[in-house]
């Protein structure tokens, strides 16, 4: 082979292995925007999510929660639904308090007791502080005689409405703030409990939660009352009322359920590192709003970034597959796999940053199959 053969050669190799690693990165970067397959990251970011995430120094100071417990309905006829006198005189009581809102964490799908109901309609209506009542929206796929209802109790209250949907995964463990369903509630349950106060993101397709560990001071993430501390079974105020419900004033407020058996889901959390893997959807909500309170957000790296994170590792795989043929497939694949993993770490603990680990294993892959087909046509002999 001359000189000039030689180098039009290796001019045309570096040509190629330059086009199939951009050309590899380019294609994974925008199929990773539409396609969850190539953000195989789960069992990486599940871990990432319950070390790195954002530790507080002390309890968060913006919002509170009071608990429906076995231990509250107790004394109740019936366990479900909450018994809405009950939740009335916790409205009142809240409102009385200076509260900034306050959510219902529960659906009106249906009445109970004439009476008990129109108490609970009557107190959201009167009272001075803004309520927010979470929703069933199509998802939810209710008949016609509960939506009419749910929209009636609405109207009559005055109340916002935020949808209670939570997205799972084919895992059912949440990851992400569902998206709105429908454009009747644009809004999720904990976007509605903190707007207006709060600048709220615009929220027009799936979001990651920005999960907020425990406290280093030792302390639950949020101050939370149960609701048999502050009302008793006959409807009048604990003698420790007045003490607790100075701790609300300028307070989001959840008043939700936190049953056992209901409403309870599973997230990215380590249990051998204190934190419970299974939780109520009210603290979900909670920590959704926590996110927005504090204005903390996960993101994606940009496309252009992503592009050439890609190419890179796409332009590695096609060097090692060249160089050391069948062998790279687990040399380069293990050592690049790790670095993957130590740098979304890095960038998500730093930036609040995320890698698609999928579309990463994609890139390596097609790197090395570039490299393996090169090294097969003996392109350079």
């Not at 001019?11 to 990165?25: D, F, H, P």
């Not at 615009?202 to 939370?224: K, Q, V, Y």
Request: proline share 5%; with cysteine; hydrophobic share 50%.
């Amino acid at each position: 082979m001359g000189e000039l053969g030689k180098f039009v050669r290796i001019t045309v190799l570096l040509a190629l292995i330059a086009g199939w690693s951009a050309g590899t990165g380019w294609v994974l970067a925008r199929a990773s925007e539409v396609s969850f397959a190539l953000w195989l990251e789960h069992w990486t970011g599940d871990f990432r999510t319950a070390l790195l995430s954002h530790r507080p120094k002390r309890q968060h100071d913006k919002l509170a929660l009071v608990t429906i417990t076995d231990e509250t309905m107790q004394p109740f006829p019936y366990r479900s639904p909450i018994d809405r006198k009950l939740l009335a005189q916790h409205v009142t009581l809240l409102d009385a308090a200076g509260v900034k809102s306050i959510g219902l964490d529960f659906l009106f799908l249906k009445p109970t007791e004439a009476e008990k109901d129109k108490l609970l309609i009557n107190a959201i209506a009167k009272a001075r502080t803004r309520g927010v009542i979470a929703v069933a929206d199509r998802r939810g796929e209710l008949n016609p005689a509960q939506r009419d209802y749910q929209n009636n109790f609405l109207a009559q209250s005055g109340a916002r409405a935020g949808y209670a949907n939570l997205l799972t995964g084919g895992d059912n463990i949440v990851r992400y703030i569902a998206s709105p369903g429908e454009a009747a509630f644009p809004n999720s349950f904990a976007a509605a409990l903190v707007s207006p106060e709060i600048a709220m993101p615009r929220i027009s397709e799936h979001r990651r939660i920005a999960w907020m560990l425990s406290p280093h001071d030792g302390n639950e993430r949020f101050f939370s009352i149960p609701a048999h501390l502050l009302v008793t079974a006959n409807g009048t105020p604990t003698a420790v009322a007045p003490a607790l419900l100075a701790r609300f004033k300028d307070r989001f407020v959840i008043i939700g359920a936190k049953f056992p058996d209901i409403d309870q889901h599973q997230v990215p959390m380590l249990p051998w590192r204190g934190e419970d893997d299974e939780i109520a959807g009210m603290l979900i909500h909670a920590q959704v709003a926590a996110q927005f309170i504090d204005g903390r957000d996960i993101r994606h790296l940009d496309r252009k970034s992503l592009v050439a994170l890609l190419s890179f590792l796409a332009f590695l795989g096609v060097w090692f597959g060249m160089r050391h043929g069948i062998v790279a497939v687990s040399l380069y694949a293990s050592a690049a796999s790790l670095l993957v993993v130590a740098a979304d770490m890095t960038l998500f603990h730093f930036f609040a940053l995320i890698i698609p680990f999928g579309a990463c294993l994609g890139a390596m892959a097609a790197g090395v199959a570039g490299g393996l087909l090169l090294r097969a046509t003996r392109f350079l002999v």
